[in-house]
């Protein structure tokens, strides 16, 4: 090995832990913009379930008007079995309000949690980063010192068997 290679193998060492370095950050960052991603989604889902809900109880509210005023003018008053119906429709109307609430928390809930797993994959990243650095710098500073790595001695080891 000349002079030269130990310098060309640290310098492409030093290079390749600087681009794990910066593809560690880039990485953490999409971590993190998605995270916050799923957070907005999270909101707006339940934004979008309290609207649905406000339009179920506003559908239920017209659908009692109407038996009402269909209960009154057949002449039959808003007793007795029509206003059982009526008492139906109001809870079904609040049931679908309800269910429609609750499914856009759960929506929001799950969210939340995506992104709570997104921040934490970045941190585990920015965690292994000086790991990774440093396996690259000692192989790169074996390869300069030894001329090549272990696995291509072993893989020279190898081939130096001669059949026949």
């Known amino acids: 090995m000349s002079g030269l290679e130990p310098i060309l193998i640290l310098a492409s060492t030093a290079a390749a832990g600087g681009g ?11 971590a993190e913009a998605n995270a ?11 934004a979008s379930a309290s609207v649905q809900a406000d339009r179920k109880r506003k559908e239920a509210d017209a659908l009692i008007s109407k038996q009402r005023a269909i209960a009154a003018a057949s002449g039959g008053g808003t007793g007795g ?5 009526m008492g139906e429709t ?14 856009g928390s759960e929506k929001r809930s799950g969210d ?5 797993i ?12 000086p790991f990774q650095v440093g396996s690259a710098v000692l192989s790169g500073a074996s390869r300069a010192y030894y001329g090549r790595t272990p696995a291509d001695r072993r893989e020279a080891a190898s081939s130096d068997y001669s059949y026949g």
């Open 90 to 103: 109001a809870a079904q109307g609040q049931y679908s309000s309800d269910l429609e609430m609750w499914l």
């Open 20 to 30: 794990q370095v910066m593809s560690s950050n880039a990485e953490s960052a999409a």
């Open 118 to 129: 997104a921040r934490m994959e970045a941190k585990a990243k920015r965690k292994a980063l």
């Open 81 to 85: 079995s029509a206003a059982e119906i």
């Open 36 to 46: 916050r991603q799923l957070e907005m989604r999270g909101k707006a889902e339940q």
């Open 112 to 116: 939340q949690y995506a992104a709570q």
